[in-house]
């Protein structure tokens, strides 16, 4: 089976400085790849390319065998199908809950209202926020903002879901109601490409862990091998940290008291 | 004297009313071009294109630099001179009103779709708006309660600026005012009378402009 996404040989620059070096990634369709990697490791850039939110610079990199590279490739074509979630929401603060998620439907689709509006109300129903239809984005927790905008992406009714850290900036106790969402999209089996620092989640969730670091994959393999048998020491430090947190005792000392 | 006085306002009120549409439509048509213009300017503004942001520097310094009145003898006197191009003087006060005001409010505007957080465009293209949708439905719509106060402020400055249209030779309110006042030496009561005249106007805009600012910035 062909791939739906296919970076190869695809680099990218700010300036001077190559955050992505000759990466070669294929998803196929109904696979959640989940990409992990310290901070500044290009990660996140890796998604913006995919909607053209950068500007890549070389390579090649190919949606549904289509490639995007080329100065004919009509991006907003392109977002339709590749919906995209940050780490901030930004949803639209002058606008209800509806008029956020119908706004893409019927101004870029032009759909018609009750069709899209249809659809709004039974994903967000799914989400669990129907009687939030007529709130403000500031009426609502970061959780409950988080999940719009998941929603938000989806009224598009795209091919890849492109998740950018959409749990850094929440409460701890709101997390779980967003990966809740994004299990779910999994289970349906849609594709999906995630950026996470949610180690357990990662590893419940992902079909394959991409590890990169300092704009290269280092290392690409399924979950269980990863999490318990890294291949490079990079990943293996990257993993140590994390697993530090973990093996804290769980009542404090005295000294700490 | 306080009866001849007040005879002599309600004399001259048709012929004051006469000037006071003059300075009245060229604010007006001054504050609205200035506003398209202003729009325009703030939306090119951000586009981030490094061509487009040098001219509209260039526009902007000059307005800055060069007054008002300096401007309006340029294009007055200097149109039929260089170019053999003549506006007639209500029309000229009016052009530079507006070119002069949608630098400022172009800076307003430019100011406030800059505040917005980055993650509004990223979010509205996302979706696939085009730039059309992205400023129209997304980021002029939240721009517009940081842009209002200030804007209405420039409005006010219009206004009062448009008094200079009188060294070009528009029969404007403050015009009017003085050729009453050659004819009878009431300066004091025509100029008290002017007073008022742009008080009233002005001082609600501000006084607007104030509430607004007090009610979004709490909001």
Redesign the interface.
Known sequence: MSALIEFKGFNKFFGEHQVLKDIDLQVRSGEVVVILGPSGCGKSTLLRCL???EVAHGGSLTLAGKELLSKATD???V??QV??V?Q?Y?????MSVMENLL??PL???KRERFEAQAQAEALLARVGLLDKRDAYPRQLSGGQQQRI?IV??LC?NPQVMLFDEVTAALDPEMVKEVLQVIQGLARDGMTLLIVTHEMAFARAVADRIVFMEAGRILEQSAPESFFTNPQTARAQQFLEKFSFVESLPKTPHKELS | MASSGLELLLVSLPQLAQGAAQTLSISALGIAFSTLGGVLYGVLATLGKRSVNLVLRVYLELFRAIPVLVWLYLLFFGLPIFFAVSIPSFWCAVLVLSLWGASEVGEVVRGALHSL?R??R?????????GW?LYG??LL??ALKRMTPPTINIYTRIIKTSSLAVLIGVVDVIKVGQQIIERTYESVLIYGALFLFFFFICYPLSAASRALERRWTHA
Do not use: T
């Not at chain 1, 930004?90 to 002058?94: E, Q, T, V, Y």
């Open positions: 909607n053209g939110l991006w907003r074509q977002r339709q919906g995209m940050f901030s930004h949803l639209f603060g002058h706004l893409g101004k870029v689709q905008a938000r992406s598009m | 957080p993650g509004q990223e979010a509205g293209l996302s979706i696939g708006l085009d949708q439905h997304v719509p939240q």
